[in-house]
């Protein structure tokens, strides 16, 4: 025998510590365990990729954002600190220009102030200057102050004269000390100072008042968080008070709230903060001289709208990836599992008995090498279970051969022993009716080597002997034969009915004295025949044809020295377990034995093998 | 299961995922759409709502609301109001905030037409219903302000003076609730009232004939009609004139003491919270709300207080 050595063998320790796919030893196919193997390998690849990528684009975008959003701070603060020096510059040109060169109780300065307001009037609201005892000197555009006006308990006005070397702006404010005849009210924010007068060549102090219209800081800041889709800046002092908010209203109606207190206690540069559920990116930056602080509040959530599709395209572009991949691991596990596939479907072919069925050999060298093998193994199988089979059929041919050959000297014995004492009686008639009887009995016994005949030779046989009975036994019981001629066609194996009929003829004939009858009745029932044969004799006890078919408590017999039993395992043996003798004993009424066959035609061919169920 | 049945599942999900991504990716690009909202109150080019506008406008920015605040003279009855409120519905307005009416068949128009069409009642009183969103006036905090501050000023001398009460119109829900609480305040002080007057046609001529040390004006147009019948008559110095309501006028006559008390609810908010309101209830159906907005009192000397000019000037923004 040729032995082919395996292209690859793993040792025991390889084993122990083989890698193993998610889905093997579950039942799977191999192309399911390859294809959801690689397929998950795929997918937990892709998403570890995915998520790479989308973090490191987030972080791209939200440094973006944070810088965008200091180079907007740096611009409106610029802007902001520009229109500021400007206010304290009109501040300057009126204190030292015009207050400073002027006598108030001579002159009036009302016309340099009206140029300043006319020069600068879209910023401006009012310019005043007030004693430091609170009474007006002279104010543009209103001339007059309110009645009620109580100038000395105005912040700007306490604040410039408490630190006096200094520039103070309010928070925004309605201003409510001049006299407007309209109906009209602006909201400003004070810048005031310190200035000294001069009033009838004496020095005193006062303060001087310009008031900056609060919608041109508002419209700086409007004009930059319109150009912005998600977030805002606002504006506070260097006490968290809110200068300009987009939602200014809204936080003044407590419909929404800001962190500014938190903020204002922050330095220059960037931070992230989650306020109400919301993460932002916090961006400061202080004005210079007033200590004012300008936020950038970018939400993190939409850091921003970009980030937003770009998740959904990451998902749409590794969807298609997987998809393709989930086609291409798909096609490499057809290829890799298709030869083996092919190999046990052959396999399962062989199994079904289709012998001569080739199993597949091709695919790769470690499948073909599998198919060879396992071809090879087939082949010996089936040797193996012919050979088997063959053997079985021996065995059983043979031990039917030795069954029929029990038969065979008993009887020979007996009729010729009659036929002996007809000689010698000179009834040469008798003996030659005995000898042919005898012949076309032992004619249909060889059969020509047939274990199987038909019925109707079977049932000649049985008449042949009972034709030699009846003479050995001098009449002593009848015979009659009710056969329906529709099993005479039957397939039978040989010789059963004789040693039913010679147990009959013992225990019926021999002791009825002359009146014993037998009766063979044979019958067809849908497939199956019924051939009886039934005496009127001694009969038996239950217990007794219990056991009659039994082979390790057998009846001690007479006769042929054939028993029931024989006859019994030889119809099994080859019409298999559901037939046989079905026996059915009355004491001292009589027995009935029941041949119970399948009705299998005869031919020739049926004689031997094939009649096998 | 079946390498088959694997493979169809994994495609399946993968499939759901490609075209929920695409979806999601589309839909971020394309901008939300506005919603068409449709506001209806009585005499809406009148300046006593322009904070409720400002408050409305704001809103409407933030909630994506087309908002259409219908012009209006004096809307007195329900026919007039609701034949507007159905033009505006099949014009296609999603939505409609309005000033209810006390007349026949608004109740039974309201419950018709709210199951259909988002509503949200403001400047009223009403019981609330299960259709429509309310955002309401606290009449009861409006009148105990306006008695605290008259009590304030004139303490047990409030007994001896004169008072007038008058109102603009005498079918608003809102007016009728605030005479009533007054009423109830004055006989439980066992004050009575020199007259009470229910439009302000022929004012002036009531205030000569009948004068009186108090008058108490229900709403802004009464309030803005005394100070004109005051000022018509120069009695501005001899009766005081406590006045529920807002506009420019009314608070620069505060300004100048012609007014002597003003009581005001915060309008800003009621329109803000009317359109938030109803964007909820456009957007999820089932969530009606009724909210009382604030109040406030404020006389001539605190009405430069931090807190109340940013009540009485709003920033326009």
């Given at each position: 025998?040729?032995?082919?050595?395996?292209?690859?063998?793993?040792?025991?320790?390889?084993?122990?510590?083989?890698?193993?796919?998610?889905?093997?030893?579950?039942?799977?196919?191999?192309?399911?365990?390859?294809?959801?193997?690689?397929?998950?390998?795929?997918?937990?690849?892709?998403?570890?990729?995915?998520?790479?990528?989308?973090?490191?684009?987030?972080?791209?975008?939200?440094?973006?954002?944070?810088q965008?959003?200091e180079?907007?701070?740096?611009?409106?603060?610029?802007?902001?600190?520009?229109?500021?020096?400007?206010?304290?510059?009109?501040?300057?040109?009126?204190?030292?220009?015009?207050?400073?060169?002027?006598?108030?109780?001579?002159?009036?300065?009302?016309?340099?102030?009206?140029?300043?307001?006319?020069?600068?009037?879209?910023?401006?609201?009012?310019?005043?200057?007030?004693?430091?005892?609170g009474?007006l000197?002279?104010?543009?555009?209103?001339?007059?102050?309110?009645?009620?006006?109580?100038?000395?308990e105005?912040?700007?006005?306490?604040?410039?004269?408490?630190e006096?070397?200094?520039?103070?702006?309010?928070?925004?404010?309605?201003?409510?000390?001049?006299?407007?005849?309209?109906?009209?009210?602006?909201?400003?924010?004070s810048?005031?100072?310190?200035?000294?007068?001069?009033?009838?060549?004496?020095?005193?102090?006062?303060?001087?008042?310009?008031?900056?219209?609060?919608?041109?800081?508002?419209?700086?800041?409007?004009?930059?968080?319109?150009e912005?889709?998600?977030?805002?800046?606002?504006?506070?002092?260097?006490?968290?008070?809110?200068?300009?908010?987009?939602k200014?209203?809204?936080?003044?109606?407590?419909?929404?709230?800001?962190?500014?207190?938190?903020?204002?206690?922050?330095?220059?540069?960037?931070?992230?903060?989650?306020?109400?559920?919301?993460?932002?990116?916090?961006?400061?930056?202080?004005?210079?001289?007033?200590?004012?602080?300008?936020?950038c509040?970018?939400?993190?959530?939409?850091?921003?709208v970009?980030?937003?599709?770009?998740?959904?395209?990451?998902?749409?572009?590794?969807?298609?990836?997987?998809?393709?991949?989930?086609?291409?691991?798909?096609?490499?596990?057809?290829r890799i599992?298709?030869?083996?596939?092919?190999?046990?479907?052959?396999?399962?072919?062989?199994?079904?008995?289709?012998?001569?069925?080739?199993?597949?050999?091709g695919?790769?060298?470690?499948?073909?090498y599998?198919?060879?093998t396992?071809?090879?193994?087939?082949?010996?199988?089936?040797?193996?279970?012919?050979?088997?089979?063959?053997?079985?059929?021996?065995?059983?041919?043979?031990?039917?051969?030795?069954?029929?050959?029990?038969?065979?000297?008993?009887?020979?014995?007996?009729?010729?022993?009659?036929?002996?004492?007809?000689?010698?009686?000179?009834?040469?008639?008798?003996?030659?009716?005995?000898?042919?009887?005898?012949?076309?009995?032992?004619?249909i016994?060889?059969?020509?080597?047939?274990?199987?005949?038909?019925?109707?030779?079977?049932?000649?046989?049985?008449?042949?002997?009972?034709?030699?009975?009846?003479?050995?036994?001098?009449?002593?019981?009848?015979?009659?034969?009710?056969?329906?001629?529709e099993?005479?066609?039957?397939?039978?194996?040989?010789?059963?009915?004789?040693?039913?009929?010679?147990?009959?003829?013992?225990?019926?004939?021999?002791?009825?004295?002359?009146?014993?009858?037998?009766?063979?009745?044979?019958?067809?029932?849908?497939?199956?025949?019924?051939?009886?044969?039934?005496?009127?004799?001694?009969?038996?006890?239950?217990?007794?044809?219990?056991?009659?078919?039994?082979?390790?408590?057998?009846?001690?017999?007479?006769?042929?020295?054939?028993?029931?039993?024989?006859?019994?395992?030889?119809?099994?043996?080859?019409?298999?377990?559901?037939?046989?003798?079905?026996?059915?004993?009355?004491?001292?009424?009589?027995?009935?034995?029941?041949i119970?066959?399948?009705?299998?035609p005869?031919?020739?061919?049926?004689?031997?093998?094939?009649?096998?169920? | 299961?079946?390498?088959?049945?694997?493979?169809?599942?994994?495609?399946?999900?993968?499939?759901?995922?490609?075209?929920?991504?695409?979806?999601?990716?589309l839909?971020?690009?394309?901008?939300?759409?506005?919603?068409?909202?449709?506001?209806?109150v009585?005499?809406?080019?009148?300046?006593?709502?322009?904070?409720?506008?400002?408050?409305?406008?704001?809103?409407?920015?933030?909630?994506?609301?087309?908002?259409?605040?219908?012009?209006?003279?004096?809307?007195?009855?329900?026919?007039?109001?609701?034949?507007?409120?159905?033009?505006?519905?099949?014009?296609?307005?999603?939505?409609?905030?309005?000033?209810?009416?006390?007349?026949?068949?608004?109740?039974?128009?309201?419950?018709?037409?709210?199951?259909?069409?988002?509503?949200?009642?403001?400047?009223?009183?009403?019981?609330?219903?299960?259709?429509?969103?309310?955002v309401?006036?606290?009449?009861?905090?409006?009148?105990?302000?306006?008695?605290?501050?008259?009590?304030?000023?004139?303490?047990?001398?409030?007994?001896?003076?004169?008072?007038?009460?008058?109102?603009?119109?005498?079918?608003?829900?809102?007016?009728?609730?605030?005479?009533?609480?007054?009423?109830?305040?004055?006989?439980?002080k066992?004050?009575?009232?020199?007259?009470?007057?229910?439009?302000?046609?022929?004012?002036?001529?009531?205030?000569?004939?009948?004068?009186?040390?108090?008058?108490?004006?229900?709403?802004?147009?009464?309030?803005?009609?005394?100070?004109?019948s005051?000022?018509?008559?120069?009695?501005?110095?001899?009766?005081d004139?406590?006045?529920?309501?807002?506009?420019?006028?009314?608070?620069?006559?505060?300004?100048?003491?012609?007014?002597?008390?003003?009581?005001?609810?915060?309008?800003?908010?009621?329109?803000?919270?009317?359109?938030?309101?109803?964007?909820?209830?456009?957007?999820y159906?089932?969530?009606?709300?009724?909210?009382?907005?604030?109040?406030?009192?404020?006389?001539?000397?605190?009405?430069?207080?931090?807190?109340?000019?940013?009540?009485?000037?709003?920033?326009?923004?």
């Amino acid at each position: 025998m040729n032995q082919k050595k395996a292209p690859s063998i793993q040792s025991k320790k390889e084993k122990k510590y083989r890698f193993r796919f998610p889905f093997e030893g579950s039942g799977q196919s191999i192309q399911t365990t390859i294809t959801l193997s690689f397929s998950i390998l795929t997918i937990l690849g892709m998403l570890f990729l995915t998520v790479i990528l989308y973090n490191l684009f987030n972080n791209r975008m939200e440094e973006k954002e944070t810088q965008n959003a200091e180079q907007i701070l740096d611009q409106t603060s610029m802007n902001l600190e520009n229109y500021l020096k400007n206010m304290r510059l009109i501040s300057d040109t009126m204190y030292y220009s015009v207050i400073k060169e002027s006598d108030f109780g001579r002159e009036s300065i009302d016309n340099e102030m009206n140029l300043l307001y006319d020069a600068n009037k879209d910023n401006l609201v009012n310019i005043a200057c007030f004693y430091n005892n609170g009474d007006l000197i002279t104010s543009v555009p209103i001339a007059t102050e309110k009645n009620n006006a109580k100038v000395k308990e105005q912040p700007w006005f306490t604040n410039a004269l408490v630190e006096m070397e200094n520039f103070h702006f309010s928070t925004p404010h309605v201003q409510n000390i001049f006299d407007n005849t309209t109906y009209r009210y602006y909201w400003v924010i004070s810048l005031s100072r310190a200035v000294e007068l001069t009033r009838n060549g004496k020095s005193t102090l006062g303060v001087l008042l310009i008031d900056m219209n609060y919608s041109s800081i508002e419209q700086m800041f409007d004009s930059v968080n319109e150009e912005r889709q998600e977030g805002y800046i606002y504006l506070m002092d260097n006490n968290g008070e809110i200068i300009y908010h987009p939602k200014q209203n809204l936080i003044y109606s407590q419909l929404f709230e800001e962190n500014n207190l938190y903020h204002v206690k922050q330095k220059d540069g960037s931070f992230e903060e989650v306020f109400q559920e919301e993460n932002r990116i916090v961006s400061v930056k202080t004005v210079s001289y007033t200590g004012w602080k300008i936020i950038c509040i970018t939400p993190k959530t939409s850091s921003a709208v970009g980030v937003y599709n770009t998740r959904y395209f990451l998902v749409t572009l590794i969807a298609v990836i997987m998809l393709t991949m989930l086609l291409l691991n798909q096609l490499i596990s057809i290829r890799i599992t298709g030869p083996l596939k092919k190999l046990t479907d052959s396999i399962q072919i062989t199994d079904n008995g289709t012998i001569d069925q080739d199993i597949y050999i091709g695919g790769g060298s470690e499948v073909e090498y599998l198919g060879n093998t396992l071809k090879e193994t087939a082949h010996k199988l089936r040797e193996l279970n012919d050979s088997f089979l063959q053997e079985q059929e021996e065995k059983r041919k043979s031990e039917l051969d030795a069954l029929q050959s029990q038969i065979n000297p008993h009887f020979l014995y007996n009729a010729l022993d009659s036929i002996v004492w007809m000689i010698e009686g000179e009834q040469y008639k008798d003996a030659v009716f005995m000898i042919t009887q005898l012949a076309s009995l032992f004619r249909i016994s060889l059969s020509k080597g047939k274990s199987v005949i038909s019925i109707e030779d079977e049932l000649k046989h049985a008449k042949n002997y009972m034709n030699i009975q009846k003479v050995r036994y001098k009449d002593k019981f009848e015979v009659f034969f009710h056969i329906d001629p529709e099993i005479l066609s039957g397939s039978i194996v040989k010789l059963v009915i004789q040693p039913i009929l010679e147990n009959a003829i013992y225990y019926a004939a021999e002791t009825m004295d002359g009146d014993g009858e037998i009766h063979i009745t044979g019958r067809k029932e849908q497939d199956d025949v019924f051939i009886e044969i039934k005496d009127n004799g001694l009969g038996m006890p239950e217990e007794t044809v219990k056991v009659l078919l039994t082979e390790n408590n057998r009846v001690h017999k007479k006769g042929s020295g054939v028993g029931l039993i024989n006859v019994h395992k030889r119809i099994q043996l080859r019409f298999g377990e559901a037939y046989g003798l079905i026996i059915d004993s009355i004491p001292d009424e009589g027995t009935s034995v029941e041949i119970h066959l399948p009705y299998v035609p005869y031919q020739e061919k049926n004689s031997e093998k094939e009649v096998r169920l | 299961m079946s390498n088959r049945r694997y493979i169809t599942i994994l495609f399946s999900v993968l499939f759901i995922v490609l075209v929920f991504s695409s979806y999601q990716m589309l839909s971020g690009i394309t901008p939300e759409e506005k919603v068409p909202v449709s506001v209806i109150v009585s005499d809406s080019t009148n300046d006593r709502w322009n904070a409720m506008r400002e408050g409305m406008e704001q809103a409407a920015q933030n909630y994506q609301i087309s908002l259409n605040i219908i012009s209006t003279e004096n809307l007195s009855s329900a026919k007039d109001l609701i034949s507007l409120m159905r033009r505006e519905i099949e014009l296609g307005a999603k939505g409609i905030v309005f000033e209810p009416v006390d007349d026949r068949g608004m109740v039974e128009f309201i419950e018709e037409v709210g199951r259909s069409v988002s509503l949200v009642l403001i400047q009223s009183d009403i019981e609330p219903g299960d259709v429509y969103s309310s955002v309401l006036t606290d009449d009861a905090t409006l009148i105990s302000q306006l008695t605290t501050a008259l009590e304030e000023k004139y303490g047990e001398k409030l007994m001896e003076k004169k008072i007038g009460i008058v109102q603009s119109v005498p079918y608003q829900f809102a007016l009728k609730q605030r005479k009533k609480l007054l009423e109830d305040y004055f006989r439980e002080k066992e004050i009575s009232l020199s007259w009470r007057k229910n439009n302000i046609y022929f004012l002036s001529d009531l205030v000569e004939q009948d004068p009186v040390d108090i008058i108490i004006a229900l709403d802004n147009i009464s309030t803005e009609a005394t100070i004109d019948s005051l000022l018509e008559l120069k009695k501005e110095k001899k009766t005081d004139l406590f006045g529920i309501g807002y506009s420019e006028k009314a608070v620069y006559y505060l300004d100048r003491q012609v007014v002597d008390h003003l009581v005001l609810n915060n309008d800003f908010n009621m329109g803000y919270m009317s359109i938030e309101n109803i964007r909820k209830m456009i957007d999820y159906g089932n969530q009606k709300t009724n909210q009382r907005i604030d109040s406030y009192s404020i006389g001539e000397e605190n009405m430069y207080e931090e807190e109340y000019q940013k009540i009485l000037f709003p920033l326009v923004q």
